[in-house]
């Protein structure tokens, strides 16, 4: 699997078709979806799954966010829900060859936690015939938020969402070592506990610890120490420093602060929502960075991360609607490396 700042050929997104999934922010996630691709299509071709009866519409919604519709590509793809990170597909490329490859892993909606997810569920196999690629299936839940790779053989993952009983409970942790191994290609699996409050997923690691280089991580750190989340955060960086490449090097670990807790609008199914700047997008030449409207913090993030990615475009986007359905920028996407060795 290579690392997220690898070349890319496509960005891909599944649009907001179902409002039942999203009553009270469905029309902000079209307009938020419209940003978002538009912003994408300046760097690189933006593949879309949405039911064929909302092409149209997608199509006025970049129109109106001045998208580049030459690189936007609309695929008849239904989906129950908007979280592509989850349920697409996650690519792998032949070491040798650099030919693609689609890994089909199996999706639950996080624990059975938000039924339907049958549509979900089939987008892998879907996308691997769209694009004629060889699929490769596990008979193992995985989410693509619940793991980072370096690109040379190190993965980042959780405790609280790999071996919660809710996905795999009559696998071990070895077994599910040995699959991620089997399908990814990666040599060392490395371990955090918990994740932030607010998760839904039960602790992706894409709202915690992201690598920025082969030997560099990000990692989110919690400043009050009253704070529910920061005890968990200090446990995970604590851990990092056992983290190593697979040549024995030391992993160089970068701290950023959290934004202010999220709290919902009105009555809500959650206490707090699951802000992260951690939650970050990297495509060609640019990174997506989530902002909360919480003025100094935000500027604070943007200009770390950019400090992070030299020679890449920062660009903010106000995840706050997004987050208030339980992800943000890394969460509705994922990224489909370019074939070729490289």
Sequence with gaps: MPAEWSPQ??????????????????EALQAK???IAAAISRFETVRINAAGAWHKRIEHSLEAQHGDLKRVELYDHPTNDVWCRDHGPIFVRNGETGALAVTDWQFNAWGGKFPPWDLDNQIPERI?????????????????????VNGNGVLLTTEAVLLNKNRN?????????AEIKRLLGVQTIFWLGQGIEGDDTDGH???????????????MVERRDGDPNYRTL???????ADLRTISGGRVEVLTLEMPEPLRPRGDWRLDRLPASYGNFLIINDAVLV??????????????????CFPGREIIGVDASDLVFEGGAIHCISQQQPRAGLS
């Design 33 to 35: 979806f419209g940003e």
């Design 234 to 240: 200090e446990q995970n960086r604590e851990r990092l």
């Design 9 to 26: 050929e496509a960005l891909w997104l599944s649009w907001p078709c179902n409002r039942d999934s999203a009553p009270e922010t469905h």
């Design 205 to 219: 690691i894409d709202d915690i610890t992201r690598f920025i280089r082969e030997d560099v991580v990000l990692t």
């Design 169 to 177: 409970p009559d696998w071990s942790r070895k077994e599910i070592e």
């Design 128 to 148: 691997a015939q769209a694009l004629d690629l060889p699929r490769f299936e596990s008979k193992m839940i995985l989410e693509g938020g619940s793991i980072e």
């Design 290 to 307: 989530p902002i909360f409207d919480q003025g100094k913090l935000d500027v604070q993030a943007l200009g770390f991360i950019g400090e």
